[in-house]
Structures are given as structure tokens and as C-alpha cells.
């Protein structure tokens, strides 16, 4: 039978390090304020004007790619997630298919916009592609900038002390070894809370999720040519992200678990079986609290959310790329990747390396 590989992995961070003192600079925090409910220590931020989310992850694919031993033409289909676009359209799969040089092939690109679990939806997207047969050589990137859009005062500390920019990319390709590849995934999603974590403008929706339709500060009902980005909404802060905090910790520690058991269960396996787990770097006592409720050790668990802070879509790229730049992944080890997020929206992968 037909599975998908990782061929190669690459991940990217930009050089700049930013640590929580640094933050304190601009806002109302502390490096112990922000240790003590993250486990994070620093982060990286991009360099605005010559670096975007595209080239991030171009410089993370190129990695993939020669580690793969293959060349940028051996790629016939991109899969490119990220909540921070370059543009707002089009996406970031045909810039980076520019970026690459590989537009004379006219291969297709895919974005997905599943936010924290992008990485995990793209990868499983790649091995359906790739078990159909209609694709040998899939690059599977994580990318985000978030830098570009965050608040960096006291009423955006919330959220913008959490993330960091960066990049990961995978090459998935066939395998007819059935000890190496994807054994299982599973995606899951639960729209009822959809703005406890959310970026709400600009948008379409002119309120209509909202029962107070004027706090966006929209013109009048059925007005052609209705303003996209208006003073208040630049006034109350609807055009950087907001977050519910408690609200997606308790559930998180709930459906990280429960997905990651099921997902192994589909196969067979147990949280005991894990060689490896790497969860999406949402926040350490996260990580913390599913280790614990699925009794792993240290050693079965890859964090580094200390030095990069929360990369979306690129966490668990970036981490697994280093997790085996370290020697902790080994050939034929059982390797979990799991991710909560925005939405909601939530799934994991196992596979053997």
C-alpha cells in the first residue's frame, strides 16, 4: 500500500531575538509576568520591509528541499498555511512557487487557513494527495509573521507577548515500506465560539455574527461601497487579534488529549507507544498539562516554545525540523504531531519516521 513520507524537513527563524525585558520596553509586563503563564523566554521578529511570510517560508522550503534530494522543479504541488498572508489575496502558495523559481511548471499551490492546525490540515491534505497517486514530490510549509500585526502596548500585552515569527517546511513523497510514513490523522472542528480567538477586521461579515452591529462602526444598512477599515475599528483595536485566554486553555487541554488517543487508537497504539510527541507551541503549560494527562516523559515530549514563542502554522513544522536536527527522532520511531486552535479547530498525525 501506498503511504506518504517526510522526505525532508527545514525550518527558518529570523535573526532578530526579542526577549520578554525587551517587551517590557512598550508595555505594561515583566519577563516572570510572562514566563509564569507561557514558558516563554524570547522570540524571534522578522525584518519588516525585506523579509514577509512568503520568504520565511521560502528559506525553510529551500532546506526541505535539499535535505529531500531533490531540486525545486521535483516539486509538483504546494501546500502553504499561514493566518499571516502577505497579501490578503492572493495567497501565499503562488508567491512562494515565485519565490522558488518554479513557475514555469505552472504546478498548483493550496493555501489553508486553519490557523494553529494549518501544518497539521496541510500535512494531511498532502498525504491524501499522495496516497491517490496524483502527486510524488508535495511541500508542505508553516509560515507567519505575525510581528506585522500585533499591538505592542498594555492593552494588546494579551496576545502579542505570545507570538513570534518563523518557518517550517516538509517534503512528502511515497513510500511502499509499510514501516516508514502516515498511519493515521484525524481533524476535527467546532465553529460555536469561533471570535474567542479571533482577528474580526477587516472583513465581510458588517457585523452580522455580532448583536451589536455598530460597534465596528460600519455606514448605514445596504450602503453600497460600505467602508472596509473605519476609525473605530482602528480606535477598539479590532484589527490586531483578540483572545479569550481561559476559554481556549480549558478547551485545549481537553481536545489536545482526547485526539492524540484517538488518532493512536485507529492504529493500534497507545500514548506509551510515542517516541516522539511534538504538539503545537500554543503555551508551555499546555504542552505541560497534556504530558501529564497522557503520562509521557520528558524525553517523549519536544518543546521550544521558550525561544520562539507561539509561530502558528509554523510551530510544529520548526519543531520537528529541530527535534531531528537534535538526534531526537530516529528511523522507524512513532512520531505524534498534535495541534488546538483557532475556530475551534483541532487534529493530529502519527506516523512512522
Known amino acids: 500500500m501506498r503511504r506518504s513520507r517526510i522526505a525532508g524537513v527545514g525550518h527558518y527563524v ?11 520596553k512598550f508595555m505594561d509586563t515583566s519577563d516572570e509576568w510572562i ?41 509538483d504541488f504546494i501546500i502553504f ?19 522558488l523559481g518554479i ?44 510581528s506585522s500585526g500585533l499591538e505592542f502596548n498594555t492593552r494588546g500585552r494579551g496576545v502579542s507577548v505570545i507570538f513570534g515569527d518563523g518557518a517550517g517546511a516538509v517534503v512528502v513523497q511515497p513510500t511502499e515500506d509499510e514501516s516508514k510514513g502516515i498511519l493515521n490523522s484525524e481533524l476535527h472542528s ?17 457585523g452580522h455574527h455580532h448583536q451589536d452591529k455598530d460597534q465596528f462602526g460600519f455606514p448605514e444598512k445596504n450602503k453600497l461601497g460600505e467602508i472596509f477599515i473605519t476609525e473605530k475599528m482602528l480606535d477598539d483595536g479590532f484589527l490586531y487579534p483578540y483572545m479569550d485566554g481561559k476559554v481556549v486553555f480549558k478547551k485545549a487541554v481537553v481536545k489536545f488529549p482526547e485526539v492524540i488517543a484517538s488518532t493512536l487508537a485507529g492504529v493500534g497504539k497507545q500514548p506509551s507507544d510515542i517516541d516522539l510527541l511534538i504538539p503545537h507551541q500554543a503555551n508551555l503549560r499546555i504542552s505541560q498539562f497534556v504530558q501529564k494527562i497522557l503520562r509521557l516523559n520528558d524525553d517523549q515530549v519536544f518543546n521550544n516554545i521558550h525561544k520562539y514563542g507561539n509561530t502558528t502554522a509554523a510551530s510544529i513544522p520548526i519543531a520537528l525540523s529541530e527535534a531531528w536536527e537534535q538526534g531526537k527522532i530516529k528511523d ?20 512512522n519516521w
Open 81 to 99: 498555511a499561514t493566518l499571516s498572508p502577505d497579501y490578503y489575496f492572493p495567497g501565499c502558495g503562488v508567491l512562494l512557487q515565485r519565490e
Open 14 to 24: 529570523p535573526e532578530n531575538v526579542y526577549t520578554n525585558n525587551d517587551l517590557a
Open 190 to 206: 467546532d465553529g460555536t465560539n469561533a471570535e474567542v480567538l479571533s482577528l474580526l477586521c477587516p472583513g465581510s461579515h458588517g
Open 35 to 75: 514566563q509564569e503563564r507561557t514558558g516563554i523566554k524570547e522570540r524571534r521578529f522578522a525584518t519588516k520591509h525585506e523579509e514577509t511570510t512568503t520568504t520565511l517560508g521560502a528559506k525553510a522550503s529551500k532546506i526541505a528541499i535539499e535535505r529531500a534530494g531533490i531540486t525545486a522543479e521535483d516539486i
Open 103 to 146: 513557475t514555469k511548471s505552472e504546478i498548483g499551490a493550496l493555501d489553508v487557513r486553519t490557523q494553529c492546525t494549518g501544518f497539521v490540515y496541510a500535512l494531511t491534505v498532502a498525504d491524501q494527495f499522495i496516497k491517490s497517486g496524483m502527486y510524488k514530490n508535495i511541500l508542505v510549509v508553516g509560515a507567519e509573521m505575525h
Open 332 to 351: 522507524n520511531d512513532l512520531v505524534c504531531l498534535a495541534a488546538f486552535g483557532s475556530g475551534f479547530t483541532w487534529g493530529s498525525i502519527v506516523m
